[in-house]
């Protein structure tokens, strides 16, 4: 069955410092992976998503991650924070239900990400 | 391009009441999708539907159910409302149900069971 562990459920940093929010993932088949962003009393929006083309993903507002099939991992990164990057990020995974035709997301437990001035 | 609509944004509701929480999307989408989204954890799949007139379960069903008369709409009905049913409930939609694809979500129902 597939699962996904996101390592910190809280990240702080400084304005104008690197991102980094862990994901590692585990999956039996090939997955499709995502990364979406939650603004305060807001819905999910999708930064990015890794999709078995290129490893090296770019999303929206300067986010990237790469997926590393040896490490299991999903790792989304940001070379500068922004304070309006204060979000909670959650990492998600999908793939086929047991029927085979149907894509079920599975949602990690979500990274809070402070970013201080 | 409004995408998906909930509403209400807010409700408390009375233990034993019932109510329907509303969703709608204008992108023509075909999967439709409920999730309750809990303090400190990850959304978890409450009920779907493929298309208008198909539903079907997810993780979480029990206590709530869902119908689909049209391609627009998806709501969800709680019919006897329980403390435990205290969350904030997000609809979504997709194109397909591809693993691919990506889910559009509304801003959320967070609802308070009293």
Not at chain 1, 41 to 64: C, D, H, M, P, R
Not at chain 1, 75 to 86: F, I, N, Q
Not at chain 2, 22 to 48: A, S, V
Not at chain 2, 65 to 90: C, G, H, K
């Amino acid at each position: 069955a597939q699962s996904v562990t996101q390592l910190d459920s809280h990240v702080s940093v400084s304005e104008g410092t690197p991102v980094l929010l862990r994901c590692n993932y585990s999956s039996s088949y090939s997955p499709s992976l995502f990364w979406y962003v939650q603004h305060p009393n807001k819905g999910l929006q999708l930064l990015l998503k890794y999709t078995s083309a290129a490893t090296l993903v770019k999303g929206i507002n300067g986010f990237e991650a790469e997926f590393k099939k040896s490490e299991t991992s999903f790792h989304l990164t940001k070379p500068s924070a922004h304070m309006s990057d204060a979000a909670e990020y959650f990492c998600v995974v999908s793939e086929l239900d047991d029927g085979g035709s149907q894509g079920n997301l599975i949602f990690g437990k979500g990274t809070k990400l402070s970013v201080k001035p | 391009n409004a995408g998906v609509t909930q509403t209400p944004k807010f409700r408390i509701l009375k233990i034993g009441q019932s109510m329907t929480l509303q969703c709608t999307q204008d992108m023509n989408h075909n999967y439709m999708y409920w999730y309750r989204q809990d303090p400190g954890m990850g959304l978890k799949l409450i009920y779907y539907s493929v298309g208008a007139g198909i539903t079907d379960k997810g993780e979480v069903p029990n206590g709530y159910n869902v119908s689909r008369s049209t391609t627009e709409d998806f709501p969800l009905r709680l019919e006897l409302a329980a403390p435990s049913q205290t969350s904030v409930y997000f609809c979504a939609s997709s194109y397909s149900g591809g693993v691919s694809q990506p889910q559009h979500f509304g801003d959320g129902t967070r609802l308070s069971i009293l």
